[in-house]
């Protein structure tokens, strides 16, 4: 049963594919004064709404009791009899099944002690669990603190103690969650003005605008109709993406940036969709949907406006479909509920915005360019951007698997041929089906190829072993290459990799191209740190995880960072997306999901961090010392080199 409950505390641990602390029972302490020598400790629990903190005695296989311990090691309090409680209820209780005593809004609990002269406060321990009709919090303990001197409320003075974890890694995930829903929207907004520069949406908009102007019998109801339309479009993409995020799920999307088939069948999309824009062919809803959806926008009224913008939406898929589904895989694959909904938000505002903007002032149609052979040129930059972007998921699925099929040479190389090509394109030299003949070439379209030809110049130098820090999250990591340390580099040499050479222990490593001793096996690394007497540095991370490259390519490689992660601690990389199959020996049941067996390396890993540490993002990273406490609050991303490096000199500073 107890099983049980652990897969149920997956439904609150996290959303939005982010680390979340459900915390329905808040702890207060007060003391009552009996005689000069004793005192009456009450604890009191109160309860969110909905759920319940179970009682100090449940039947066997059931909850986890509250249970109080009270820190008389000193010899200077003497508990008398047993922590009294409160009437609560006793019912059927609906997770276990069994009838539990419980209490609900809240619950006090009393302890009588006698304690010496000059005993100014007592320190306890209460675990608990709390459930509501469906779900169950892990099993959690708080610190109490009774103030002897001061009998008033001594809320403030109990803190929180989350096994393993303070728990500002939390705030910390959800601040990066927060930022990573930015950048969906920021690149989602573009993206829809993008597509606004496609031959199916640009000249929609002078049409579409004068139906409104023309056919409103005021100005101010022409404006009004088409803030409608803008907003009708708004919903329906909007709906789209929540219709993804449902289908899927937050469990779903977390897995989708290190699952290998996800990653192979968005790589095959993404083909599909960079040839579509390339003229190949062209992908379209059924016409009969569109007839159905023009009789609708016949009728008039709000009605007629949201089947036009759903009209729209159909007519135009063959431009905007690929650059959608793009956004929708990219945001998916980030591992968040919310990304497709705040995607698909940004896209449709920028497509939304032109409608409206112009019907308020149609004066500014005159100013638009001329709809022509532009539009098929930005529909095929916008392809060749696209199988670009095809080969990341390729690789992700590759460096997964670790088949060394797409290692970091023949990636870049790829994506030389991609930006040449397309540099070529865009000088001219190159024509696809639905180009018109080109007799000079724009001072635009100049620039942009410039750019193209320039990028693709840049990435020449990277089969050769430079770091690319332009693009370091897109090409596989340094050390997934024919040649780690540069094409004609030997250990052998002279060098600083030759003065920090020492026999490497069992289970280590020297991470390419930094050369930092580093661990991929837990108990292996905690037993040489405690060999040589250096605080642990665990960093969860992922082979496919594109943070964890701009964390290593950016941040680590910064001299002082690097001095310490070489010299000041052990590391341990745990690779959350490992696939490689556990021993024999080392396959156990899940906690997690009770009734599968831990099969990949990787699983026992995420379940690491999940359970212990609350979270179940990368990279994440957590100093501690050798009794597996953490010296400070753990942190994910940190691009902030001086953020990470102070980070990084208390956490050493507090192990010393």
């Known amino acids: 049963m107890r099983k049980f409950l652990f897969a149920l505390t997956v439904l609150v641990l996290s959303f939005s594919g982010h680390a979340q602390i459900i915390e329905p029972v808040k702890w207060s302490t007060s003391v009552e004064k009996l005689s000069d020598s004793e005192y009456e400790l009450v604890s009191k629990a109160t309860i969110e709404s909905g759920w319940h903190l179970y009682s100090q005695t449940v039947p066997e296989d059931g909850p986890i009791s509250t249970t109080f311990t009270y820190d008389d090691s000193e010899g200077t309090i003497k508990i008398v009899g047993n922590t009294s409680e409160e009437e609560g209820h006793t019912i059927d209780d609906p997770v276990f099944q069994m009838k539990i005593k419980y209490f609900e809004k809240s619950a006090i609990f009393k302890q009588k002690v006698k304690v010496q002269k000059g005993v100014a406060s007592i320190n306890a321990l209460v675990e608990f669990m709390a459930c509501n009709d469906t779900n169950c919090t892990p099993p959690k303990e708080f610190e109490l603190v009774f103030n002897l001197a001061n009998n008033k409320d001594t809320a403030e003075a109990s803190k929180t103690i989350i096994k393993a974890n303070k728990g500002s890694a939390v705030s910390k995930n959800n601040s990066e969650s927060q930022k990573g829903l930015w950048s969906i929207f920021i690149i989602a907004f573009f993206s829809g003005f993008a597509a606004l520069l496609t031959p199916c949406v640009f000249p929609m908009i002078p049409m579409t605008v004068s139906f409104f102007t023309k056919q409103s019998k005021t100005k101010a109801k022409g404006i009004r109709n088409a803030i409608i339309y803008g907003i009708s479009i708004i919903v329906i993409y909007v709906l789209l993406g929540i219709f993804v995020s449902l289908i899927f799920g937050a469990d779903a999307l977390n897995a989708l940036s290190t699952n290998v088939w996800f990653n192979i069948a968005f790589f095959i999309l993404l083909i599909i969709f960079a040839v579509s824009f390339l003229g190949a062919f062209e992908i379209m809803l059924p016409n009969k949907w569109a007839n159905k959806v023009d009789s609708q926008a016949d009728k008039g009224g709000f009605i007629g406006i949201f089947f036009m913008a759903l009209a729209l939406a159909i007519v135009s898929f063959s431009c905007t479909g690929p650059i959608v589904g793009t956004l ?207 605080p642990v540095m665990i960093d969860f991370t992922g082979h496919a995880c594109v943070n964890c490259r701009k964390m290593e390519n950016n941040v680590w490689i910064k001299p002082d960072v690097l001095d310490i992660l070489k010299n000041d601690v052990v590391l341990i990389s745990l690779y959350v997306d490992d696939k490689r199959p556990l021993a ?62 102070n980070w990084l000199k208390e956490g050493i500073s507090n192990f010393k």
């Open 328 to 534: 929708l895989v990219q945001a998916a694959a980030g591992g968040s509920q919310v990304g497709p909904i705040v995607g698909m938000l940004g896209f449709s505002l920028a497509i939304a915005l032109p409608f409206a903007l112009f019907a308020a002032f149609p004066g500014w149609l005159n100013s638009l360019p001329k709809s022509g052979g532009w539009l098929n040129t930005v529909k095929v930059v916008l392809g060749f951007l696209e199988l670009a972007l095809a080969f990341k998921f390729l690789s992700n699925a590759d460096l997964v698997l670790q088949a060394h099929f797409l290692e970091r040479e023949v990636f870049i190389a790829i994506w030389i041929a991609i930006f040449g090509v397309l540099a070529f394109y865009l000088f001219g030299k190159i024509q696809l089906p639905h180009d018109s003949p080109i007799t000079h070439i724009s001072v635009g379209r100049l620039s942009l190829g410039l750019i193209a030809l320039s990028f693709t110049i840049y990435m020449v130098p990277g089969l050769w072993g430079a770091p690319l820090n332009l693009i370091n999250a897109f090409p596989p990591p340094q050390h997934y290459g024919e040649s780690p340390y540069g094409v004609g580099f030997t250990k052998l040499g002279s060098g600083a990799i030759s003065a920090n050479h020492y026999e490497i222990p069992e289970g280590a490593h020297l991470m390419a191209p930094h050369d930092i001793l580093a661990f991929n096996d837990y108990d292996k690394g905690l037993a040489y740190a405690k060999k040589v007497g250096k």
């Open 584 to 645: 024999d020996e080392d396959v156990v049941e899940s906690k997690l999901n009770p009734g599968k067996k831990l099969k990949y390396i990787g699983q026992k890993w995420s379940e690491l961090q999940t359970i212990k540490y609350k979270a179940n993002t990368q990279p994440m990273y957590v100093l501690m010392d050798h009794n597996e406490e953490n010296l400070i609050d753990p942190v994910a991303y940190t691009p902030n080199v001086e953020t990470y490096l």
